[in-house]
């Protein structure tokens, strides 16, 4: 613990000499009040600290005390279902301890110290273990067993291991090690910029299921993969974090509010505990960590939130779970890094951005992966990131956009224009793209062998169409040929009946696998049936007015898969009626 | 006795850039410290402190600096910026800086609050679902405001922000409760005549007794701007988290904060982002903006409407775009729909509100409420397509859906949209005038629907029924 004397204060900036030299990355107690700072710069004793709570009211004079110790995320049972802010501080104590307005300096474990968890022991006295290797579980939730482990770099002899309850702090074992005899506890700690290690990346094999057909159908997103969704204002983004987060087949979601609203956070936290989980009938929240540093409590915070998130992640990743953390927004974060930058004067590149801007980003997304963790058994676990950004004006050519697309495998660009009808998830299929496809498509054969074949051709359709509604705004559409209207018609029972998705519809919250792959061919089979008939002359305005059509387009609001089978016989039937009328069979 | 309390004063300014003053030789004072800068005649301007160091301060003036030479004093008050506050704050009207401007004395209580407020624990916030039936069918119908929200108008000058805000404030109204809002309304850099508009509807309305008004007009000093909404927002705090009261804060024209912020930053010298504005626009945006909600256990609530011209009607300029990111939506107004004769000229295809669907639907609205807005967007969105293309193609060009869809359109904005300033409509009104409009659509196309709505409120069945 190295003391220090403040020199300066500038908005979270603060200046201090230290008696001795502190390290960068060190946790800082600042003023009177004890504030929460981390040393951002260095010059002999002096240092630069990014405060991560209001400093008004601090004097130059006042105390400043190195912990010596970076900042760090504690891991342990406890977190799930929680909602910490930035430093990991639970901001249910908080309300409890400080009322309904954040309050400063007060301080937190983020672990309870009091809570007692049972603790079953997985290994045996005599076991060899590495770090890694599970030595016991707690069934923290219903749905969630929480696997504790030997803390990486440590390994030994089990010498003692207890079965009971216990807190994160007592030992629940002994290991006798090279360098001694360590105590095994629930709780381990880990700097939250530093990657957790692992033994080796894998290949993806497998989708991150999201139920939203517009994302796993169209542009997927693999376990371990990264994606980024940018719109401006209004366009969705939130909402479709907050769908993934609901509904997406991982074992742990980590959402994080970073520099967002308030009140989008209060809706995950009353919202979630009415939710279940389509898969396991549990409530969601007890899969969910929430990390809330809603955009007016200090920016500084807002920069270590997103690095909280990823580490909650890992943790997880590491007792081989699949997890999916969903940042809201990275926008926010980078401005955070952009405000401190500017205030230790740094020469800026783009935008007032700092030059270091894409090694932060690559750094963040490089955290996602699907790897063979620790440990001696061989485990699997994976870690999803998917990032928000809110680019300023909704021009993507702004630089964290640009910089994200680096760095990601799918991106969902949303659309101002689909926004204003309406067209929800607003997600534009000409410009999003995924590079996952290859590992979607061999999943999905197992439903149907002509998934990829099937998604080529609808896309391919819907391409067509914005190319004729091109010609369409010059000429009319009434002047258009008719096989083009039909595929003007058939992109829209694409886009209505299949892309367009109701968050807030029971039943088409959420599409089942199945059910997305027989909606797309009921839409591409109505098309071969029809097309045929436009080709020899029957007009378009008899194919519109076929009755079938507006059955296709509610077939997403019914319940599992029997209506389209009902719908598939009714597009056959009522294409023969309208050919055998025009002697055109 | 510290010296401070013996009413030191420095006379050591070096330096006064616009609204800057830098002074040497301090000792003992704290950031973000109030202070009072007396000039060689003796008037006091109010100032803080932006950045300190062990020998000297940097002060923001909320006043003229025009003036003022080396020679001003400077007093540091020991606090960050409080204002005093009791009930006793209703039906008053101050300056920017809340000074009486009613010939009142000043207001004395012994509880002060920080005009910068705290932050709102996330976890401590109630979600906002009480539907405001405003009386205006484009809010009610299609972006309902609940309470607890924060709602901004994105206008133009010249377009009718201040009626469509005074109408709001005047009708709102929770269906089924006589609840009535106070107002706290906030002025920054307005003209008196827009002013004297409100004051004069709140004293029409009678809601004058329960409002407080705060008042920075256009020849008001501009950097008092920065304090004034955050003034606002304390005595809305106040009288929704401890009197227990719905308030109703309306804040105009945030352009002119902006602004305003955005002189302190350049007379700083900080690295402008875009149009000059400081990289932490949004973040400072949202100081203000978050502090409106609704907190569990608490009976208030706190509904906020900023009002904003966009200069050159564009909605990219950072003041819109990043009051969009924060708030729960917004209210575009439209100078084509205004010299259309349409009142409120409201666009409803861009305007949004992220809280509607909390406050709609059975039990609140109406359970047809939602799919009809939806419905309603798409058809209208529809129109206006095709009414680009009545520009290329002409009429006879278009197909007959798309006449059907243009004829909606124009329709749909003078049957729904427009209203009168006095029009009152109730949430069944503003559905029902949607279910007429979507009569002319047919049935097969309201495929945003369901059909058990459709079987029970489209004109057609009612009739037969």
Redesign the interface.
Known sequence: MIRGVIERINGSLVIAQFEAEPKIGDLVEVGNLGLMGEIVRLSGERAAIQCYEVTSGIKPGEPVLDTGRPLAAELGPGLMGTILDGVERSELKLWEIAGPFITRGVRIAPLDREKKWYFEPKVEVGAKVVGGDIIGVVQETEYFQHRILVPPGMEGKVTEIYEGEFTVEEPVGKLKTPEGEEELKMMQVWPVRVPRPYKERLPLVSPLLTGQRVIDTFFPVAKGGAAAIPGGFGTGKTVMLQQISKWADADIIVLIGCGERGNEMADVVTHFPELTDPRTGRKLIERTVIVANVSNMPISAREASIYLGVTLAEYYRDQGYDVAVMADSTSRWAEALRDLSGRLEEIPAERGFPAYLADRIAGIYERAGRVVTLGSERRIGSVTIIGAVSPPGGDFSEPVTTHTLRFIGTFWALDTELAFRRHFPAINWLRSFSRYIDVASRWWSQYDAAWAAMRARALELLEEASEIEETARIIGEKALPDEQRLILLIAEMIREGFLVQNAFHEVDTYCEAEKQVKLLKAILRFYDSVEPLVRKGIPIERVREMRVITEIMRLKERRGVEAIERVMGLITEQARALAEEYGVI | MSLKEAGLIYKTAREIRGPLIFVEGVR??????VVKVITPDGEEVLGSV?????DYALIQVYGETSGMDLNVGVHFTGE?MKIPVSDELIGRVFSGSFEPLDGMPRPLSTDER?I?????????????SEFIQTGISAIDGMNSLVR??KLPIFSESGLPHNQLAAQIARQATIPGREEEFAIVFAAMGIKHEEAEFFRREFERTGALSRSVMILNLADDPPIERLITPRIAQTVAEYLA?DLGMHILVILTDMTNYAEALRSISIARE?????KGYP??L??DL??I???A?R????KGSITLMPILTMPGGDI???VP??T???T???LILQRDLFLRGIYPPMNV??S?S??M??GIGEGRTRKDH?DVS?QL??AY??GTRAR??VR??GVV???ER?RRYLEFADRFEREFVNQGYYENRTIEQTLDIAWNLLAMLPE?DL??I??EYIKEFHPKYRRAG
């Open positions: 003992d004072v704290a950031y973000d410290e932006l950045d300190v160091s062990k960050t920080d910068h407020g705290g932050v709102i624990n996330p976890a401590a916030r109630a979600v906002p607890g929200q988290f900080e690295i402008p982002t875009r990289g932490y949004y973040s949202a100081t903006y978050e502090r909600g907190i569990k256990g608490k990219t300029h950072p775009d990043l969009g990111y924060i729960e939506g917004q295809l861009p949004l992220r809280l669907k909390d939602a939806n967007y798409m969105a529809e680009g293309l290329i193609v060009g278009l197909s798309e097969d495929i945003r369901r059909e």
